[in-house]
């Protein structure tokens, strides 16, 4: 693989699931990439908290010092907090909306000169509940739905500066996060089975598979492609329930 040769790419939550492997692939296809988020990962790393409103300009200022351009952005980093409208507290609402719109809003503001001078890519991680929503997920749905927004809104805006800008929606996907999940079930196994049921395919989904749809958009493959939410779910939201 060498679509990347000579690019720049800058992850965010890049040191686990889909970023890691997002960064991983990137990297093995040629391209220099940074990853910002709160601990270390195997690339150039800038430490980042994106719950701080201030952070995503350095971020992108370290990577203009170090590199002096960028050619594909990937915000991945995310943040969820449960809870329904009336349990939870405003502090958890800011915060997930801080982490998981904000701060790629921000990110792609700062960002959009070096991309437009490349004319580059980004690839937002939306999410499934962008298009619908699991129970006690308010801030998490919301934050997910306008990411997608977003998406078409800066595709729409910036097409004619060469960018393209495109998300991704997954599903169950088998992060850290969903692995820790199903460990604190009483039968891990028997719910892994239920999980998996849920989808045409029978199983859930691993963050290479995401990272490799997220790497397509962001090739010269995709040069066509922009402003589009691609739902990566194993069939999930194509399969009504039961009647």
């Keep these: 693989m060498s679509h990347f040769d000579g690019k ?55 990577v203009e010092k170090c590199a002096n351009k960028l050619d594909i952005l990937v915000n991945c980093a995310g943040l969820m907090r449960e809870g329904t409208v009336e349990e939870s507290p405003l502090e958890d609402w800011h915060t997930q909306l ?3 719109l904000t701060a790629p809003f921000l ?3 700062y960002a959009m000169p070096m991309l ?15 298009l619908g929503n699991n129970p006690r997920h308010p801030a998490y ?7 997608h927004g977003l998406t078409r809104a800066v595709a ?24 820790d999940f199903i460990a604190s079930m009483g039968d891990p196994q028997k719910f892994r089975a239920e999980i998996g049921s849920i989808h045409p395919i029978r199983r859930t989904g691993a ?14 493959e995709a040069s066509f492609v922009t402003g589009q939410i691609w739902t ?8 009504l329930s039961l009647p």
């Design 8 to 62: 720049v790419a800058l992850v965010t939550g890049g040191s686990s699931g889909m970023g890691a492997a997002t960064a991983a692939l990137l990297a093995k296809g040629g391209a220099r990439v940074f990853c910002a988020q709160r601990s270390a990962s195997a690339h150039d790393d800038i430490l980042a908290d994106l719950s701080d409103p201030t952070v995503p300009e350095q971020v992108i200022g370290e």
């Design 156 to 179: 729409v805006d910036h097409g004619p500066d060469g960018v393209r800008c495109n998300a991704v929606a997954p599903g169950w996907i088998d992060t850290p996060l969903n692995e």
């Design 141 to 147: 749905g919301a934050s997910k739905a306008g990411l």
């Design 98 to 100: 801080q982490v998981n």
């Design 116 to 130: 437009r001078k490349s004319r580059g890519a980004i690839v937002n991680v939306g999410s499934i509940e962008g």
């Design 232 to 239: 990566i779910d194993g069939g999930r939201m194509a399969q």
């Design 207 to 220: 963050p290479e598979e995401v990272a490799k749809l997220i790497c397509w958009l962001a090739s010269d």
């Design 107 to 109: 990110m792609t503001r």
